[in-house]
């Protein structure tokens, strides 16, 4: 019969004999997690990437993709599914739209108002409110232009809403849906590229019009450079608003296309604000001749 002896591993008999022969040495425990040191951790690392992570926002990506993943998602055809686009409150929609007309340098505003609860709330009403901004703001400013002609009569003009609507809506989903498309596309191509989600994109963009709306009501002033100033400055902050947003997800693609991807961004955007101040505003003016009487000739 086999003594107790006999039923001893034969590992823990030479680590004892190890160790008695060397009280000093160091022991690792499999209970304890090894710690790499910091300045390893920090070799590890390529240098410049924790603040690209820090602009973009990866860690929380992540983090909110695995809770995402863990809730049951509804049906598209039923009324839960979208009110979840909308579940966002009075206080966030103001804490976005301050960090969209006042950006922070350097800080990416997905990253610090939009992963952790995107919505189409704020997007949809600030585009609403615009397009009718934009389309009394302009009848405003052409009423004011002919006042004191005795040759025009005024009449507001209905079409410029249905028109607002049109530029202002499909500027807000159809740039955002290209830009998701592309950048889909180039993450396919380079591994370090960070692709948004469509409703992020749709977000980004549509918070970043606010600024137009006070801008519309102060273009009702007849000064032309007056009007071109308030372009400039409104460009600069929803402008900044949209690069510190997309420049660190195409920083790591070929420079030429992320300069280009910024560059289109930015043109589409001015495009639409000087769009908007030339046709709604700085229309030509049409100044309607008297009628002329034609004078009888009297023969007798």
């Given at each position: ?18 160790l ?8 690792i ?28 926002g ?10 995402a993943?863990?809730k049951?998602s ?19 929609v ?38 009718f ?11 004011f232009?002919h ?12 079409r ?19 830009l998701?498309g ?7 191509k ?9 409703l ?44 510190m ?8 693609d070929?420079r ?16 639409l604000a ?27």
């Amino acid at each position: 019969m086999a003594t107790a002896d006999d039923l001893k591993f034969q590992e823990f008999d030479d680590a004892a004999n190890l160790l008695a022969a060397n009280p000093d040495a160091t022991t690792i425990s499999i209970d304890e997690p090894v710690e790499i040191p910091k300045n390893q951790h920090s070799r590890l690392q390529e240098p410049g990437r924790e603040e690209d992570d820090e602009l973009l926002g990866t860690d929380d990506s992540d983090k909110t993709e695995l809770l995402a993943g863990q809730k049951k998602s509804a049906p598209f055809w039923t009324f839960e599914y979208y009110q979840t686009f909308f579940d966002v409150d009075t206080y966030q929609v103001l804490d976005r739209i301050k960090g969209s007309v006042f950006p922070v340098p350097g800080k990416n505003f997905v990253r610090l108002y939009i992963r952790s609860n995107p919505d189409l709330y704020g997007p949809f009403w600030i585009c609403a409110t615009l397009v009718f901004t934009i389309a009394v703001s302009g009848n405003l400013s052409n009423f004011f232009i002919h006042l004191g002609k005795p040759t025009y009569h005024y009449v507001p003009e209905f079409r410029k809403v249905s028109i607002a609507a049109t530029t202002i809506y499909a500027y807000a989903w159809l740039v955002p849906l290209a830009l998701w498309g592309f950048l889909m596309w180039r993450n396919s191509k380079v591994m370090n590229i960070v692709s948004y989600s469509f409703l992020e994109i749709v977000c980004v963009y549509g918070y970043s019009l606010f600024i137009y709306i006070p801008t519309a009501v102060l273009w009702i002033i007849p000064q032309r450079v007056v009007r071109w100033v308030l372009v400039v400055f409104s460009l600069c902050l929803s402008g900044s608003v949209l690069v510190m947003t997309f420049w660190p997800a195409v920083r790591d693609d070929n420079r030429r296309i992320a300069v280009a991807t910024v560059a289109t961004i930015l043109l589409l955007h001015a495009l639409l604000a000087v769009g908007c101040l030339a046709y709604f505003f700085d229309a030509p003016e049409l100044d309607i001749p008297a009628p002329i009487i034609p004078a009888h000739n009297s023969t007798s």
